[in-house]
């Protein structure tokens, strides 16, 4: 989307237009390009670091049974490619194996320099779910595991999808089947739900999450009791869902980059200790494997409700 089409947008919702001043606001005048109030996790003290994408920590908190000891981090983005950007880039990371279930890495790679082991990113081929149109937490376990492996002398940073939309365990639709509306201008659904189109309630929205949320848990809790050394449970950023942002007190939803409320950057960050510590080596990364198809990469964003 160019930006005389968000500027039409803006002007058609003017929500949109007060978020935009809201994101001045949190990236003091587009002076800083992610939260740099938030922590870098690659200075935290971790061997494999499993990654919710948008999980919030309140939501985590009310709703986990996962072993460990629960605190908090403030995150570097309010969403994924601000977390990549503020952890990733210009990092000496050739002691990591990054295992992703989220294209946004790959996608955004020219602007994401790093110098990262490997990168095996899950959502190529059969690593993609047609039928609920992302990566289910049990294909993103495979993977990791075999990385675990195969790379045993490497940290390991391993991020799902869940609890991000679509909701894997319901029968709704309106979050499922991006690419074959009708219209290609329609909105996806956080900006549905902020814009007036799609009328459901808080709680309804709330309930799905924490569904998705669930869903996943029990795989996080099976990979950080099988994989040896100390583990982290966190999130690249967190939602909204119907609270007021700040400082002009619209209704926010979804995850929209540059706005560092606490709901979208207060994020989990459980410690669990299982064995010895994984004694990492730093080493040349390997050669970056096959391109994938650019139409590709776009088509599984739009399936998970990212807009150009």
């Known amino acids: 989307m160019d930006t005389v089409d968000r500027l039409l947008r803006a002007a058609k919702h003017p929500n949109l237009f007060v978020r935009g001043a809201n994101r001045l606001y949190h990236r003091r005048l587009n002076r800083r390009a992610y939260n740099t109030d938030g ?8 061997d494999c670091l499993l990654i919710l ?7 985590f908190e009310q709703h986990h049974e996962l072993p460990g000891e629960l605190e ?35 996608r955004n790679r020219e602007r994401l320099p790093t110098e990262l082991y490997d990168v095996v990113n899950v959502w190529q081929r059969d690593g993609w779910d047609e039928k609920h149109q992302t990566v289910l937490p049990e294909t993103v376990n ?3 595991k075999e990385a675990a492996t195969t790379y045993p002398n490497k940290r390991l940073v391993v991020h799902y999808i869940q609890p991000h939309y679509p909701f894997i365990g319901s029968e709704t639709s309106f979050d499922k089947n991006h690419l074959n509306v ?20 808080r709680d309804s929205i709330w309930q799905l999450y924490v569904d998705n949320l669930r869903t996943v848990l029990p795989y996080v809790e099976e990979l950080m009791t099988e994989l040896t ?17 700040s400082p002009f007190p619209i209704t926010e939803w979804g995850h929209p980059r540059g706005m560092y409320t606490k709901q979208l950057v207060t994020v ?20 970056e494997r096959e391109d994938v198809d650019t139409e590709i990469v776009s088509q599984r964003l739009a399936d998970l409700g990212y807009i150009d």
Not at 80 to 95: A, I, M, Q
């Open 142 to 144: 495979e993977y990791a």
């Open 229 to 245: 050394g100390k583990t982290v449970v966190t999130a690249d950023h967190g939602n909204m869902v119907g609270e007021r942002a």
């Open 268 to 287: 989990p960050w459980l410690v669990f200790e299982n064995g010895p510590r994984r004694e990492t080596v730093a080493e040349d990364p390997i050669t």
């Open 53 to 59: 994408d948008a999980c919030r920590y309140d939501m």
């Open 182 to 201: 009708e219209d290609p201008d329609e909105e996806r659904l956080w900006d549905q739900l902020m814009t007036g189109e799609l009328k459901m309630s």
């Open 39 to 46: 922590v870098g996790v690659f200075d935290e003290d971790w």
């Open 72 to 106: 908090s981090r403030i995150s570097r983005g309010s969403a994924t490619v601000e977390f990549l950007r503020g952890n990733f880039v210009g990092k000496p990371l050739n002691d990591t194996v990054y295992v992703t279930a989220n294209p946004q890495f790959y």
